[in-house]
């Protein structure tokens, strides 16, 4: 979405909109979870977070205004870069 990479989306994170009592919000998917409604792909990297949250790049993608928590949205990109390298190093 922010730089225009592409690849298999397996390569990729997806974001939806989460809908809620007030407000729709930018969440990134849960692994497992059924994948429905909008939903946009980034690659796994800060800097193409921060590039297409700058672009608001986001609410284009989803086709919407959601409220987006971006420190909240950096947190979980780290969280899933932490479990995909371990993932992919064997848990070392």
Known sequence: ?????????????????????????????EPGEARCGRGAYICPALV?????LKKRALGRALRCTPLV?????????LKRLDARWKRESGGR
């Open 48 to 52: 193409c977070l921060d590039r297409a």
């Open 69 to 77: 928590d971006e420190s909240a949205l950096r947190v979980e990109l």
């Open 1 to 29: 979405m922010a730089c225009g990479r592409r690849g298999p989306q397996s390569s990729f994170e997806r974001l939806h909109v989460a809908l809620g009592e007030e407000s729709a919000r930018v969440v990134f998917d």
